[in-house]
């Protein structure tokens, strides 16, 4: 079936602002109000669209909104109920691509202009960041049809500046400027629907480690008054953060920034002796939510530097966890990088060295990296088990297979993640296109428009709805068959350390 989009706005204005806008889209006029908009509905069947972008001005409720900034709604909502949308994800980053403001969240549908503050600011209060007068009747119809919806709005009236005010006749000439804008991503979005094979990599996001981390500080704040301090992101990734910032968690770079006395959880990364030492002194409240795997490295090298050894570090700059084994002996522990450092890199007495790892490296470059330093030092020594842990291997054989059959791999994570960044690499390596994403919002429309089947992972610290989401997008532009690749079963369990156990 041809690809064959639809958009459809209220106001005459609107269509012909996006005439010729959407290459290859028929633009159509329902009408304002929620009225016509239903009476306009059947015409989806003469239609027969393969996508529908509802488009146009409306209102906007939050605060933080401003004349001319673009909302995509991710669900509608009027009297009726409420219909949630996914489908617009990579609309959403194709936008902000371009260079728009773009913000997602509830548009509500009214019958009336709403142009009082008091009006205002009840909607708002219901959590609605727009308001609009057809897009709930429109994304029914194409619900009931199976026919992927978008609803892509462009501000004229504000909290700060209702529509009865003078300024909504500039504001109104911005804003239909700013919809012709985003034409070309319209077009872009609607290219991609039609049905997709979507491959799952097990195991994928949280690992033990991380999951015990987020109980300490969950647990921290049931037990301990608050604010409580983390010191760094308790894991990296931005989603389970803010989730904890909600919740009263407070996080701070250094122990400077917490008030003596207080309750402080240490990140999964790990620290160095010298941050215990001034929480001691200061009579913080410690709860250590170290990875017992990153632990376990650091107890190495305190092994190996206590018996006389030069101890290389192969790990990446300025990463947290590299930092804080960096810390367990300044000056006896050398980082090396790769293996290009690898090969350079002088020790007093090559026959006392030994090597400890990052836990998040990518197998296949640590093995590099020390392949060259036992060609080096042959007696250099190592720990009896592999460093890199156990989540992280699984990850990475997991993305390799599902790389392989895959036009394209998405990898959930933060970019300070350096789990997730290997998950993109091991991909690439392969030979498959693979990308980044905080989320499904991070998703642009070009690496999916030539991909039928599309490979899925997360890393350690991202959260396993935000794969659901991604898998709920793609699924909103067409059938989707899911298949899962599950390379090992993970069923360890770390226990909570002193301060919230029992």
């Not at 908009?37 to 409720?61: C, M």
């Not at 039609?194 to 647990?219: H, M, N, T, Y």
Request: net charge negative; aromatic share 2%.
């Amino acid at each position: 079936m041809p690809n064959q989009p639809l958009v459809v706005t209220a106001l005459l204005a609107e269509q012909v602002a996006l005439r010729d806008a959407v290459p290859g889209a028929v633009i159509d006029r329902c009408g304002m109000g929620p009225a016509r908009a239903r009476r306009w509905v059947p015409k989806l069947d003469a239609h027969a669209p393969t996508s529908l972008a509802i488009a146009g001005v409306a209102g906007g409720l939050d605060p933080a909104i401003r004349a001319g900034d673009v909302v995509v709604a991710t669900e509608v909502r009027d009297a009726t109920g409420r219909t949630v949308l996914r489908a617009a994800a990579p609309l959403v980053a194709e936008l902000r691509r371009q260079g728009l403001r773009v913000h997602t969240g509830p548009v509500v549908t009214t019958d009336h202009v709403v142009s009082s503050r008091d009006e205002h600011e009840s909607l708002a209060a219901t959590g609605a960041i727009a308001v609009d007068m057809e897009s709930a009747e429109l994304v029914r119809g194409a619900v009931a049809r199976d026919i992927p919806v978008a609803v892509v709005r462009v501000i004229v009236d504000t909290a700060f500046s209702p529509i009865k005010r003078l300024t909504t006749v500039p504001a109104g000439a911005k804003a239909l400027l700013v919809l012709r804008r985003t034409g070309s991503a319209l077009a872009e979005w609607a290219a991609l629907t039609g049905p997709r094979k979507v491959l799952l990599a097990g195991p994928r996001s949280f690992c033990a480690g991380v999951e015990r981390a987020i109980d300490i500080v969950e647990l921290a704040l049931q037990r301990y008054p608050h604010p409580v301090y983390v010191r760094r992101q308790i894991v990296h990734n931005a989603h389970v953060v803010k989730g904890l910032e909600k919740r009263g968690a407070v996080f701070v770079d250094e122990l400077d920034d917490v008030p003596d006395g207080t309750t402080v959880v240490f990140s999964a990364h790990g620290v160095a002796p010298a941050v215990r030492e001034e929480a001691d002194r200061r009579g913080l409240n410690v709860i250590d939510a170290t990875c017992p795997l990153v632990a376990k490295v650091h107890a190495e090298a305190k092994r190996f530097v206590a018996r006389g050894d030069t101890v290389l570090l192969v790990g990446h700059d300025g990463h947290d966890e590299v930092e804080g084994t960096l810390g367990e002996a300044p000056g006896q522990i050398r980082l090396v990088q790769d293996a290009a450092e690898a090969a350079t890199i002088e020790v007093e007495d090559p026959s006392r060295v030994s090597f400890i790892l990052q836990t998040t490296l990518a197998v296949d470059d640590a093995a590099e990296t020390t392949d060259v330093l036992r060609q080096r030092f042959p007696l250099i020594g190592s720990s009896a088990t592999d460093d890199i842990c156990y989540a992280t291997t699984n990850r990475q054989r997991a993305v390799s297979a599902v790389a392989t059959e895959a036009d394209v791999v998405l990898v959930v994570g933060s970019r300070n993640s350096s789990n997730s960044l290997r998950l993109v690499e091991v991909a690439e390596r392969l030979g498959t296109s693979a990308h980044l994403i905080e989320d499904a919002d991070g998703v642009l429309p070009d690496w999916l428009a030539e991909a039928k089947t599309i490979g899925i992972t997360a890393g350690a610290s991202a959260p396993p709805h935000l794969v659901d989401e991604v898998v709920g997008m793609l699924g909103s532009l067409g059938p989707v068959t899911v298949e899962e690749r599950v390379v090992a079963q993970e069923d360890l369990k770390f226990t909570l350390p002193r301060g919230v156990a029992g």
